[in-house]
Structure formats: C-alpha cells, structure tokens
C-alpha cells in the first residue's frame, strides 16, 4: 500500500533533512542514507554554493522535495515566478513527489514565514482543493499537503481537523504527508484524542510520513525539531505504519543540529515499525496462497 500514486509508486524508506551544518559530512564521508529532503526554498535561485551543493548530492542520493511558502490555503493566487522557479528546480531534483503544508500565511503579497492554520470550513475546503489542483498539474508531479501544528482555533469551523483534511485531499486528488509529532502536538494543545485522527485518515493517501521531537511548557507543547522523538509520537508512527504499511518516513531536526551520526541514528530507530509492517503484509500476502495448495489437493 505505500508505494502508491502519491509517492510515484517509490519504496524510498528513511530520511533525514539536507541540512547546512551537514554538508561537510555528507560530501566528505558520503554515509549511506535512503534520501534526503531538501527545502525547495533553499535552492530556487540562479546558481552559487546552494546548487553546487545539490547537484553533488544529486550525483549520490534520492532527494525529495518539501515547501514552506505555497500557502495553498491563502486568499491570494501563487506568484507565478515562484510556481516557475519551483518546476525548474522539479526537473532538476527529479523529486518523485513534491509536499507542502495544508495552511496559509500570506496576503497581497506579504508573506508571514509561518505557518497559520486554517479555519476549517466548506468555503475553506472547495477554495484549498482547487489550489492544490491548479498546482499539481501545472508541476505534473503529486502534490501531497502535511498537516500543521496549531496553537489557536477558529470559532466559525465547521468540521474537526482530521475532516478537514480529508475533504480536501479527496476534491484534490493529492496525497498526505502525515505528521505524526504535528497529531501529538495539536492534540495537546486542543485537548483531542491522537488516534482518533491517525485513524481517521485515509490510509491509501499517505505517501509520506515525518516525525520529530517537541517541548513541552505549563500550559502547551510546542514543535521544536530540536531534540529526538518521543515515546508518544512513536506510538502514533507505529499505528500509521500499521494502516499504511512501510512509507517513506522523514525525521526533521532542525534546532540545536547534532551531529550527523546522531540525527541518522535517531532517523534509523523507525526501520523497527517498518520491518516489522513489512513482516505483517508478507504474512498475509502468503496466507491465500498455502489455502489455493491446500485447497488442490
């Protein structure tokens, strides 16, 4: 089930982020990792070190591509520069997939950098869905949209999250990037059950998953990137796993980087849900078979 649509029908297993405080490590000692994911943002320009980076590691690794500035739920249509400079960059990664958050955060052209939750309503649904269409075919790749961590709600919602999510990716034609550590968060912070939403979710879209680490204050928990996976959020990874099946599975740390034997071992720890999801769907892949043979003699 997770080599689907939404992820080029690819089996890429464990990733980690193609960060700066890395590239030494990586160009030097060239350890082997299933993929990277690079920020689209960092590399949409005409040439310098960025593309000199990307290309080297072109030449030795898969690389998927990940935004943070589509905004797919804001009012105002996409810079028709930026969509260019995206594909560009689309042709040159040769990125299976291409992900970007279900959000919005910019208004006549004023960008906010972060990513504002939505208000999760019909008119906000039919409004987001055409957008992601509008840029999956013009970027004739899939598209696939990460649920975001949120610290506020709207009083007009119409629908929990989770619906929301799923209305959307439905009228959209697109796969989820599922954010496992984002579920845990939220559902802290908005008082819900996590696996209610990981549940909830249509399985068949999930093309890719990330987790992370958080902190937690009195009175909420914040997404961090900035220290390894709870015990929490690996129990949301290992249920996910369990309805998807092996998906490619990305670590963010993006804080207090450690070095790179650290965050690829943290990375690694998600091939024992992996295998272990593996092992199942081969069992009962087999089961009908040993039934057809007995059943002929």
């Given amino acids: 089930m997770a080599a689907n649509r939404f992820n080029g029908y690819t089996d890429y297993g464990v990733g980690i982020g193609l960060r700066v405080p890395h590239y030494n490590h990586i160009l030097t000692r060239k350890p082997g990792v299933d993929w990277f994911e690079i920020i689209s ?10 593309l000199e980076v990307l290309d080297r590691i072109l030449d030795q690794y898969k690389v998927v591509q990940h935004g943070v500035s589509m905004y ?16 560009t960059l689309v042709r040159r990664t040769k990125t299976p997939w291409l992900s970007d958050h279900l959000c919005w955060g910019s208004v006549d052209g004023r960008y906010t950098h972060d990513l504002l939750p939505m208000p999760y309503t019909w008119e906000a649904v039919r409004h987001t ?68 939403y990981v549940n909830a979710v249509p399985a068949e879209r999930i093309a890719q998953i990330h ?13 961090t990137h900035d220290h390894p996976v709870l015990d929490p959020v690996w129990d949301l990874y290992a249920r996910t796993i369990e309805r998807a099946g092996p998906t490619a599975t990305l670590l963010e740390w993006d804080d207090n ?7 690829h071992a943290e990375a690694l720890k998600a091939n024992r849900y992996l ?13 009908p078979e040993l039934a057809g043979k007995a059943g002929a003699r």
């Fill in 211 to 223: 987790i992370a680490g958080h902190s937690k204050f009195e009175k909420y928990i914040l997404d």
């Fill in 257 to 263: 980087i450690p070095s790179f034997d650290e965050v």
């Fill in 72 to 87: 797919f739920g804001s009012v105002t249509e996409p810079d028709p520069e930026h969509l260019k400079r995206l594909k």
């Fill in 41 to 50: 943002e960092n590399y949409m320009v005409d040439g310098g070190r960025p």
């Fill in 129 to 196: 869905a055409e957008r992601i269409r509008n840029v999956q075919d013009y970027l004739e790749i899939p598209v696939v949209v990460e649920n975001v961590s949120s610290y506020a709600e709207y009083h007009i919602s119409e629908m929990t999250e989770w619906e929301f999510l799923n209305e959307v990716v439905e009228r959209a034609d697109c796969g989820i990037l599922l954010d496992v550590n984002n579920i845990y968060v939220s559902s802290q912070n908005h008082s819900f059950d996590p696996f209610t």
């Fill in 275 to 287: 295998q272990s999801a593996a092992s199942a769907s081969h069992t009962v892949i087999e089961e």
